[in-house]
């Protein structure tokens, strides 16, 4: 059951669904966030330098803005060929920048006085997706199923790979010294730069489902791969070996992924701007085993596109369309991490009040709980009744159920503590009803 109002997607980044567990993060939404450079109609990519000093964001008039951080400051603005920006790249060192756009091309910057080093004479029908490697000495391309390897200096461009499937997005450790490839079949190939022949090969999945985005750790021993079946599998790469280690099950597509400094934690950023940061196990288990969500919240009211973890681990900066700036979100300071989990049938059981206060669950009765204390604040109607569905009105004034097996619509006082009901009225014979219809019922007020 739901009432119909403009909370839809508030409900959403606050309660997040982890199998038949909810849990309710930053209850009273203090995700708070400072907006970095100059207006632009929308931005599409984001990267942080190696040494945490720079932030490159560029946008959809093929503007790249240099910003000097954590201020936000632009300190130079780059002109690309590119009518959109789609990729961003820093090399190991921090000195030179490449970005990607829809017109096929990279082009390269010198960092420290924004000169153009190469824009590649090569054009790609498809978007190339591009990473650092060797330190920096070379830049993989992927696009147009295969991949390469472009000396940048020389502006040799050589064939490494051929891949029936084609190319979705490119990755490289840190330090340069191994790259990924994910594919539209699913398919991930990992390349030892020192080996370039024999790749390692993460089995296609299932070939219906393609690979969004990757990233790798600062050590360059974990490979997170997002795949287009809302999945995040961090994976193990250990001497020629690649494990399974950590699985995540999201709810919508996956747009951007990053490492924290550390390697302990996972930031995700999903297609409608749902951002989550998720613990890793630390210890090594037969099997994967799944990650733990520690924070949870939107950050843009409308698509996610990119972000990037600060090598500091003080922010995560995102991008998205319906924000003409990038947004730089304090971990350490904006949150206070506090959980409630209850177990529930459906995500209707947990809805939140429209500004966020409040929870109500089924169970004996039904609870509501302040979530500024996560305190038990009233309990109707203190008897065995079970409740398939509760809603709460736009007003906050009302509270609309639905018992088990669908008896009686009922309507409560919010506000007063009532342990009966203000309003009720029976409900057609469960057994006369198609169980098709059961699960479509709404309330409006």
């Known amino acids: 059951m739901l009432f119909r109002s403009d909370a839809a997607r508030q409900q959403k980044a606050n309660g997040v669904a982890l199998g038949l567990e909810w849990s309710v993060l930053d209850a009273r939404i203090r995700a708070v966030h400072r907006n970095l450079g100059e207006p632009l109609p929308a931005f599409t990519s984001v990267a942080y330098a190696p040494q945490g000093n720079l932030l490159a964001a560029g946008g959809e008039e093929g503007q790249v803005q240099l910003l000097a951080m954590p201020a936000g400051t632009v300190s130079r603005m780059l002109s690309t060929p590119h009518i959109v920006v789609r990729g961003l790249v820093f090399d190991p060192s921090g000195s030179r920048l490449a970005a990607t756009g829809e017109d096929g091309t990279v082009t390269v910057w010198n960092v420290s006085d924004g000169r153009l080093v190469r824009a590649s004479a090569w054009r790609l029908v498809q978007i190339p ?3 650092w490697i060797e330190g920096g000495k070379r830049l993989a391309v992927a696009g147009d ?8 200096d020389a502006d040799e461009l050589t064939d490494l790979a051929t891949n ?3 190319e979705i997005c490119l990755v490289a450790s840190p330090d340069g010294s191994r790259f990924a490839c994910g594919f539209h079949d699913s398919a991930v190939q990992i390349w030892n730069v020192a080996d370039l ?3 390692l ?8 489902q393609k690979v969004n ?10 490979l997170a791969v997002a795949y287009s079946d809302e999945r995040v599998v961090v994976y193990r790469l250990v001497a020629d070996q690649v494990e399974e280690a950590i699985k995540i099950q999201v709810f919508d597509d996956v747009r951007g992924l990053a490492f924290s400094p550390g390697g302990d934690q996972l930031a995700i950023l999903q297609k409608q701007g749902i951002m989550g940061v ?4 630390r210890t090594k288990a037969v099997g994967p085993v799944p990650g733990t969500l520690v924070r949870g919240w939107q950050a843009h009211e409308e698509r996610g596109m990119q972000l990037a973890w ?3 681990g003080g922010d995560v900066v995102t991008v998205g369309y319906g924000s003409d700036r990038p947004r730089a979100w304090s971990l350490q300071s904006a949150y206070e991490t506090r959980r409630l989990t209850k177990t529930a049938r459906n995500e209707n059981d947990l809805p939140f009040t429209p500004d966020s206060r409040f929870l109500t669950v089924d169970g004996k009765g039904l609870e509501r709980w302040s979530l500024d204390d996560f305190q038990v604040e009233q309990v109707s109607p203190g008897n065995d009744t079970s409740y398939q569905f509760v809603a709460i009105s736009p007003d906050t004034r009302w509270l609309a159920t639905i018992d088990f097996p669908q008896t009686a619509l009922e309507l409560w006082p919010v506000s007063g503590g009532s342990s009966q009901p203000k309003w009720k009225l029976p409900l057609q014979s469960a057994t006369d009803r198609s169980e098709e219809h059961t699960s479509e019922l709404q309330v409006t007020l």
């Open 164 to 166: 029936p499937a084609r």
């Open 213 to 222: 985005t990757m990233a790798f750790d600062r050590t360059g021993t974990l």
């Open 129 to 131: 997706a591009i990473a």
């Open 201 to 208: 090969r993460i089995a296609v999945v299932d070939r219906w």
């Open 310 to 312: 600060s090598p500091d």
């Open 197 to 199: 022949a024999n790749p």
């Open 145 to 152: 199923k295969s991949v390469r390897v472009w000396n940048v």
């Open 278 to 281: 998720w613990d890793l196990p």
